[in-house]
Structure formats: C-alpha cells, structure tokens
C-alpha cells in the first residue's frame, strides 16, 4: 500500500514497487536486528548463569572452609602442629578447585555446537540448546517448510469462457507477483505457450490474492474472503472448491469483469521425510500443530497426509506470532520452524525458532536455530542431540559438586583418627585434575551423535 514502511533485506512476494530510503547503515532495521542476534549469541545458557551463582557462593565458602581447617589443625592438632594445618588448609583449597565446575557448561555446548554444525545444524546461542532442550510443542508453518514450496497447477474448474484464454488472464495478472501459487499459474500458462497481455493496476493483499486490469478487463484472483471483498458471489461453486480442498490441494478463485470465470486448484506436495520426522516427534511426545493461512479443509487434508493433529488454518501472516502466544499462555514450551518473511514474527515469539537455512535472510536472522538443509529430519536431531547436551551438562555438575561434597572432609582431615595420616597435596592436586579430565572426557562423548534420521544433504 502506498506509504507503507519496508524494511531493508525484506523479500518482495507481492509485485514491483518503487521506494525511498528513510535510514541507512546502523539505523536500519536490519542492522538493528542483526546487532539483537549478536548479543544474543554473547549471552549465557540459564544453567550456567545457576552454575555461576552457585560458585560464587561456592569459593567464599571453600576459602572459609580452608581457613577454618588450618585454625582447627594449629590449635589442635599435633606437633608440629603449622606442619598440619598448611598440609590440611592447602589440601582443602586444591581438591575444591571449581575446574569442573567451570568446565561443565562451556565444553558440553562446545562439542554439541561442534557436532549440530557437522549435521548441518547451527545454534546461534548456547541457551537455544537448553531450551529446545525443554520445548513439547512444534508449531510448523505449511508452505515451503512442511511442503516444497513450488506448487504446481493440478486442476482448472472452467465456469465461463476459453480455459486458454481465462489461464492467459490470469496468468498475466499474476505475472506481477511472486508468491509461489502466481509462480504455479504462470508456469502452466508457459506450458501451453500461451501469449500473455499486458498487465497493469497491479495490487497484491497478503492472506487474500491480487488484482489487476489486463487487457482491459479486471482480473481477480485469490480466496473466497478476497472474492468477498469484491462483491463476487461464488456461493453456486464452492462445493467444487471444497473438493478440490479435501484432496489437499489449494482451490483459486478466478473472476474476469466481476464474474466467477475459473477455480484453479494448486497442490504443493510434502517434502521427502516430512511424515518420517513428525512420526518421530510424536513418539518422542512432541505436540505437533501446522499453522497456515489456507482454507480448513485443505489444511487438513495436509496435515492427515503428513501425521499431524492440530491444524490452525486461515491464519493471516500477521497473526502466525499471536497463535505461538496463545499456545504458551496455556503453559506450552512451544518451537515454531518457518522459512519465510511472514514467519518472522512468530519466529522471535517462539520460546525456540527453528529456521531453514533454504529461507529468507529474515527468517533466518530470527531464528534460534538454523536448519541449512531445509529437510524437516534435521529438527529431530537437533532435539536429540540439544536432549544429549543437556543431561551431559547435568552428569557434569552432579560429578563436580558430588566430587566437591565427598573429598573436601578428606582433605580436611576426617580420615586422620582412622588412618593416622593426611592427604598429601600433590594427591590432592592429581584428584582435582582428575576431576576435571572426567568433565571433559564426558563432553566429549558427545562426538560419537549420530543423527536418528539423517537428513538430506
């Protein structure tokens, strides 16, 4: 619409249009956003901002251990009684060395961010493995993340007219757009080389169709509501849209001069692995939901193909980030995966958004996580292995702080009545770094992932 606000790096999907540039460089959105996503990614997952918390109650409390036991030990222990208190307080402050600590978040995400870039899987911040770690909802946009995103013409219901010539019509009306269904219409116009006029009084409205005046006459293509808006009564021909609805495929409405001329019918087949990896997700108790601004029968044909059991349809673009909301107001953890521009929004409500790498830079720049095949099997793994970097983490710090609880009363001198002896220091030290090798050694047992179904390359 005239006036309308664009921002920089946005894809055009809807027709050519002439625009002036208000800021640049640092100012833009775009640059805005980008800098969000950098300090995104400098930020701390939640556990180890509680490990942080915890060590700093931690080392005050192990120095005032030390020092209690060298008190301890020079007022009571035996001669030379400072021989034992150094031996016993520098024991304590060796073997209660946070190493461990330390090292329990930071070399689990290293090697799990390691190995999801191996798989073709990018997390943008350590906090998106933890929380897609903890997620029970996927919300998947249909086209172009659940499908292919290039439909194809299947059927046209002709009502009025030449079917060339309504097909010309509406195919050089749609030649003005690029949203994928104007790419399927113009494709089966260019298969039967038919000529098409020229087009002008171009006008797109996202979630409804286009319209414009070809060859003198106005073409209207689009959804009922878009056919409502024109005052194009279509009531005597709906059951075939409706046909066409439940076999899964898009129905088109098609006016010429204010007429219902044609249904075209678009279908855009699921991607290779789309039903394998919702199978997945559902036994791993996943909800799984689709959302999409297609009418409900369609959707749901879809969804039954793919294995889906919450269909939100006849969504607009802009309400895709207010459904992702009301799913977490009724206490959902909730994932969103999209590709597109529209998907954006509801991207960065998500508690986790999963992007396709194949997608627009905007969907890209707000998403969590990055899928660069685009092939839905790589959510799995990314699940899975976010799963496996998470209860690594945790062996982690139940080895340190169990490790810490144990062996600080040794050091201390708990085992001198029994043993008659101390712990040495270098004993002490060498059990530190045993800890700390431990840590480390089980990080790394995460490079032995492999993907529960590998994607397609």
Known sequence: QPGAEVIGGTVNKTGSFVYTATRVGA?????????????????????QQ???RIAGIFVPLVMAAATLTFLIWLALGPVPALNYAFVAGVSVLLIACPCAMGLATPTAIMVGTGKATEHGILFRKGSAIELLARIDTIVLDKTG????????????????GEENKVLALAAAAESRSEHPVAQAILEAARARRLDLPATGDFTSTTGFGISARVAGRRVVIGTQRQMERHDIDVTTHQERAQIFASEGKTPLYCAIDGRLAAIFSVADPLKAGSREAIASLRRQGLHIAMITGDNRLTAQAIARAAGIEQVMAEVL????????RRLQGEGRRVAF????INDAPALAAADVGLA???????AIEAGDVILMSGDLRGIVSALTLSRRTLRTIRINFFWAYVYNIALIPVAAGLLYPIAGMLLNPMLAAGAMSVSSLFVVSNSLRLKRFRPPLPARA
């Open 145 to 160: 993340t659940l499908t292919r995103g290039r439909p194809e013409l299947t059927d046209i219901h002709l009502v009025e």
């Open 50 to 52: 509680i490990a942080d």
């Open 337 to 340: 995966v999209g590709d597109g």
């Open 317 to 324: 673009p802009q309400e895709k980030a207010a459904e992702v």
């Open 27 to 47: 100012d833009t959105v775009l640059s805005q956003i980008i800098k969000l996503v950098e300090e995104a990614q400098s930020g701390k997952p939640r556990i």
């Open 356 to 362: 396709l790498g194949t997608g627009t830079d905007i």
